[in-house]
DNA sequence: CCTTTATTTCCATAATATTGGAAATATGGA
DNA sequence: TCCATATTTCCAATATTATGGAAATAAAGG
C-alpha cells in the first residue's frame, strides 16, 4: 500500500457518522446488513446514510450485494488488516523495538 | 476509547502530509526530530509543517519536547495501538471468526 | 540588550466535504 | 403494466480543512 491509498482509508474511516456505520458493519458480520436498515439504526437520512456508504465502498472497506430489493453492505476485513500493517511498517526504522521502549 | 477520539485520530492521519510526516517519525524512532528537519525533509513552508504538527499533537499521535531551539517531535506509539485495539474491536459481535471466514 | 535561529500564530484565500430534500432509478409482486 | 418499497443521484446550502506569506514569539549566545 502507497500513501496516498492509506490516506483514502483513512479518510473514510475520519467521520464520525461513517466510522460507527464501518463498525456497526464489523460487528454484524459477513452477512452484513441492507442499507435502509443501517440508516434506520444511525438515525440518518437514506442521502445521506447513502453517501457514506459510496464513501467506504469506494475506498474498498465495504462490500455491497443485492438480495431481493435491498443492497446489503459488510465489512471488508482484508482492507482494514492492510491498512494496519501500513501503519505500523518500518517502525524504528527496522531496529527491533527494545522491551524497555515498547513501540508497535 | 469512543467514536469520536478515534475519528479525531483518524482525521489526523487522513491527509498525505500528516501521514508521512507521522511515518516518518514512526521510522525515526523515539528520539524524533525537529520540526525544521521534517519541514526540510518533506519540502514544506515552515507554517504548513507547523500546521500539521500542531493537528497531529493535539490529536495525540506525536509527542513534542523542546532541545535547546529546537522542538523535537516523535510519534506516540500508545496512541496508535489504542487505535488499532477501537478499530478491530467487537469484530462479528464477539462470535469467533470461523478460520473460512477470516476476519480481524 | 541585541542578534540569530527555530518555530508558531495570524490571517485570507482556495479547496474539499457534509447534509438532506426532491427527483430519478431499480426491484419484485399483484 | 402498475404499485409499493429500497436505494441512489442531483443539487445547493453550509461547514470544515489546507496552504503559505508575514508578523510574532521563544531560546541561546555574544
Not at 16 to 37: D, H, K, N
Not at 52 to 71: D, P
Not at 80 to 90: D, G, I
Amino acid at each position: 500500500m502507497e500513501t496516498k491509498a492509506a490516506t483514502t482509508l483513512l479518510a473514510a474511516l475520519a467521520q464520525e457518522t461513517r466510522l460507527t456505520i464501518y463498525r456497526l458493519l464489523v460487528a454484524a458480520g459477513p452477512s452484513g446488513l441492507p442499507a435502509g436498515q443501517i440508516a434506520e439504526q444511525l438515525q440518518l437520512a437514506a442521502a445521506t446514510a447513502s453517501f457514506h456508504l459510496k464513501e467506504l465502498s469506494q475506498a474498498g472497506l465495504l462490500a455491497a450485494r443485492q438480495e431481493g430489493r435491498f443492497i446489503f453492505y459488510s465489512a471488508n476485513y482484508a482492507q482494514m488488516n492492510a491498512l494496519l500493517a501500513f501503519l505500523t511498517e518500518n517502525c524504528c526504522g527496522g531496529t527491533p523495538c527494545g522491551s524497555d521502549v515498547p513501540c508497535c
